[in-house]
Every structure is written in C-alpha cells, then in structure tokens.
C-alpha cells in the first residue's frame, strides 16, 4: 500500500514538473528544427464590425494574444490551459471580409492582404505572400455545445473554422527575419445574434515558416 502511494506521489510529480518544462524544451528546440520550423499557437480573439468594402462585403477588425501550449500529451492533444506567461505572440489589425449570410451552411471569409499582423520572436508577419488567408466557418455542423461560449439564452453560438493562407515577415529583424510560410487555423468563432457588431473566437494555429532564396515582400511594397 505505501509502495502504491510513493508510486503514484512521484508519477504526479513527474507529470506537474513536465508540465511546466516540455513547453521551455520545445522552444528551445525550435532551433535545431530543420526548415520549415513550426510553431504552434493558441489565438484568443476579440473583434468589432468595422465596415464595408466597395462590394458591399462586411469587414471585421480581429486581434488578440497568442500562446503556446502548456503541454502536448502522448496521445497528441493539446492542453486547452491558457498560462499569462506563455504568451509568444500578438495578432493585430487582421481585417476579415465575409461572403454571404451568416446563416448560410458555409460561410466563406478571407483576410485582407497585408493584414493580420502577428508579432512573434521579435519578428513582424503580415498576409499574405501571394497565397491568400481564407477560410471557412462551417455552419453546416452546427454550434460547438461542448465550447465554453456557448450561450443559446443570448444567442451566442460558437462555429467551426477553418483556412490557411501565406505568411511574409516584414521588420527584417529578430528570429524570423525574412521568411516566408503559412499559418493554418483550427478552431471557432462566436456569432453573436443578437449584436452582430461583435465577433469573438478562439483558434489553435500551426505556423510553419522557412527561408527563401530571395525576400518575399508584402503585396505593394518593394524590395530595397
């Protein structure tokens, strides 16, 4: 019995030490990573109706912290604890177009180039390389029940996304001075009914990012 105790003490202690330590290993090693390096990056994200393109599309301004995962389990899943001082990045004045209605069964959305700006490393990303950041939100599944924001009383439902699209590093300065990648996005936004002006979300991004041969500006700037 106190053989299965002192077991079963130190297997707990195990599991809170490695807690802590694998998210400092695995930044470490994302210097002996071969290219492309990969990041994966928790977004918690809060945003407001800004207006219309000349089309007539609603536009949507996004931002919010990135962090990085408390842990990666054996099994592969991610933890969902969200610790103040891993945050490693900050999504900025990312400007979302929406096609359709928002009841529609898919909704498309598209991020406008050089927006999404993500701070990350000392380094400046904005979209997109030539590879547009599209996504979609799959209203054909239905709400996420199982999302904390899931709130039907106040019509808030918490929809599957998902997209990819293209990455250029910008400031030519810290760990990712001048690559290039992709950042692809798994998560929910919450569509709110009952005041449309407000959009929230959260999503977990992979980003892989490598070095071209030659820089990759944003659309509309050059190369000096």
Not at 8 to 34: C, E, H, N, W
Not at 76 to 87: F, L, N, R, S
Not at 165 to 170: A, M, P, Q, R, V
Request: hydrophobic share 40%; net charge negative.
């Amino acid at each position: 019995m106190r053989i299965s105790r002192i077991f079963l003490q130190t297997l707990f202690f195990i599991s809170i030490i490695s807690s802590f330590f694998l998210p400092l290993a695995t930044a470490q090693s994302l210097k002996f990573q071969s290219e492309p390096i990969e990041l994966l990056v928790d977004f918690q994200l809060e945003g407001h109706f800004f207006g219309l393109t000349e089309e007539g599309l609603p536009i949507y301004t996004l931002g919010g912290p990135g962090y990085a995962p408390l842990a990666i389990l054996p099994s592969a899943e991610v933890t969902d604890i969200i610790i103040p001082d891993h945050q490693i990045t900050e999504l900025t004045g990312a400007q979302i177009t929406f096609e359709g209605e928002f009841e529609d069964p898919i909704i498309r959305f598209t991020c406008l180039q050089n927006s999404c700006n993500i701070s990350i490393g000392g380094s400046i990303f904005t979209s997109h390389a030539g590879l547009k950041l599209e996504g979609r939100a799959a209203n054909i599944w239905g709400p996420v029940i199982n999302n904390p924001n899931y709130d039907p009383d106040n019509e808030i439902y918490p929809i599957r996304i998902m997209g990819c699209g293209g990455l250029t590093e910008i400031s030519g300065e810290g760990e990712y001075a001048g690559m290039v990648g992709a950042i692809c996005f798994n998560g929910v936004l919450n569509f709110n009914k009952n005041d449309s002006g407000i959009l929230s979300g959260s999503s977990k991004c992979t980003i892989a990012l490598h070095t071209p041969i030659e820089l990759i500006p944003p659309e509309g700037a050059s190369i000096h």
